[in-house]
């Protein structure tokens, strides 16, 4: 067995790639507990402050695609090293900075080459199975995601030691140890080059840069209304039109940015998108509500409001190690729904009589059904998108990711704006399992397919 799994994975591959994919996460989440001190040494508020947050989060949600289409069109590894570079070069300038705006560039810049790893890593690991006629083997894709998880949690707590030890400034002087290992161990990963370019396309129309903009443009018009405090019908109009204009306009391109032809011809694509939206949806709702309702209703103090959601984050990595080892995407899925729906009925039996233990039952509920979803989604899209689209396809899935987190923040936002009650909070749990009915919706034609071809293979 031991010999099977090193045929499996390699490590030196790997971890590189594993290092770069942890940057984003850990550079979003690290500020929480540095921005503070960050904001008294620039004598801002916390509220002028939670720029650095947003700018992070909205740069990499149009670039995640974006750097991903550079890594189908280009050699994935040159843009993976890109975005190494990219992060030296913010870190560098937040290390520096002499004003508050020379911090928001480098969150920007952050945001950006962040953005690189993912989607590069994954075309990296599809070419390299393809090339080794193998499918890419679940244990790998667990490796990613669990990592992910992993920074999601270090960060908060590593970002506090470093504000501790070395001010502010050390959440940004991490990146540069980070980059120079990550860049020592990545030469060990081959370059697989470049897709074959069709010279009788320009390489304007090749990166599809009007198509770019309107990518972004819908996309910023969409958080407008989503972040938004007061919301009027009008609002609205304008990402539908540049939703609109971009299908058109994606439609009529030899090489379109978002292959909207390809989501048209492939429903099962678009449906993976749908359920990561729906799926980071409800997971950050657990992540966001959960702790403002165990401070605001149970009374409890930051640091115990911790250590109870602790275990959740530690079930959560050990139920994605576990799932990865199967390749069965259906039944991974299903799981997940399942266990989610009853993370959902477990959310609406909460009150303020609830006693730790059974709300430390629930969070090991949730961190299962946490686990086994972020596994289950990013197995289907590996097999479903195509391998010349492996970066645009992984990078578009984080789009959509983001989309739900947003959308999870706002309605806490708005639920909570006179306070957190067990009422507030059951409102939020009934329209997570709205989500829950939706998401089993969706496997249907996951399920009607896979029975399809079973009675074509038989």
Same mark, same amino acid.
């Given at each position: ?24 996460? +850990? ?70 900075? $002499? ?42 894709? @667990? ?11 270090? @960060?908060?707590?590593?970002?506090? !030691? ?22 020592? +161990? ?51 109009? $304008? $990402? ?41 949806y409800v997971l950050y709702q657990v992540l966001y509500a959960m ?40 039944? &991974? ?7 989610? !729906?009853?993370t959902c009925i477990c959310w609406l039996t909460l009150n303020t ?13 949730? @961190? ?9 989604? &990013? ?16 990078? !578009? ?11 999870? @923040? ?49």
């Amino acid at each position: 067995m031991a010999t099977e799994a090193k045929e499996e994975v390699s490590y030196p591959f790997m971890l590189p790639l594993v290092l770069g994919t942890m940057m984003n996460p +850990l550079n979003s989440t690290m500020l929480a507990t540095a921005l503070l001190t960050l904001c008294n040494s620039f004598k801002v508020t916390v509220g002028q402050g939670a720029i650095l947050i947003t700018s992070l989060y909205v740069t990499a949600m149009i670039a995640q695609p974006l750097m991903g289409r550079l890594a189908d069109i280009f050699s994935a590894k040159k843009i993976n090293l890109l975005g190494f570079g990219l992060v030296m070069l913010a870190a560098l300038i937040g290390v520096f900075a $002499p004003s508050f705006p020379f911090l928001i560039l480098s969150r920007i810049m952050l945001g950006l080459g962040t953005s690189a790893a993912y989607p590069s890593a994954m075309a990296l690991i599809s070419k390299k199975y393809a090339l080794e006629g193998k499918p890419v083997p679940g244990k790998v894709l @667990g490796i990613i995601a669990v990592s992910a998880q992993i920074s999601m949690v270090l @960060g908060p707590v590593l970002g506090g !030691l470093l504000a501790q030890w070395f001010g502010w400034r050390g959440i940004f002087f991490i990146n540069i140890p980070w980059v120079l290992i990550a860049l020592l +161990l990545s030469r060990a990963i081959p370059d697989y080059g470049s897709a074959p370019a069709d010279r009788s396309i320009s390489l304007f129309k090749r990166l599809d840069v009007v198509g770019i903009i309107i990518f972004s443009a819908f996309l910023l018009s969409l958080l407008y209304v989503l972040m938004g405090d007061n919301f009027a019908p009008l609002f609205i109009i $304008p $990402p539908i039109a540049l939703l609109i204009a971009l299908i058109l306009w994606e439609r009529s391109q030899q090489s379109p940015f978002i292959d909207v032809r390809l989501l048209a011809s492939n429903p099962a694509l678009m449906l993976v998108y749908i359920r990561t939206l729906a799926t980071t949806y409800v997971l950050y709702q657990v992540l966001y509500a959960m702790p403002q309702w165990l401070e605001a209703v149970k009374n409890f103090s930051p640091a115990n409001t911790g250590l109870i959601m602790l275990p959740e984050s530690a079930m959560a990595m050990l139920m994605g190690y576990l799932v990865s080892k199967s390749n069965k995407a259906f039944r &991974q899925n299903l799981w997940g729904v399942l266990i989610m !729906l009853a993370t959902c009925i477990c959310w609406l039996t909460l009150n303020t009589q609830s006693s730790v233990i059974y709300i430390f039952l629930v969070t090991l509920v949730m @961190g299962t059904a946490e686990g086994i979803n972020i596994i289950a989604n &990013q197995a289907l899209l590996n097999k479903e998108a195509p391998l010349a689209q492996k970066g645009v396809s992984f990078g !578009l899935s984080r789009t959509f990711g983001y989309l739900g987190a947003i959308i999870s @923040g706002s309605q806490i936002k708005s639920l909570f704006h006179n306070g957190v009650t067990d009422y507030s909070f059951h409102i939020i749990g009934y329209t997570v399992l709205y989500s829950c009915a939706a998401l089993i919706i969706l496997l249907i034609p996951l399920w009607l397919r896979l029975r399809n071809e079973a009675k074509v293979v038989a």
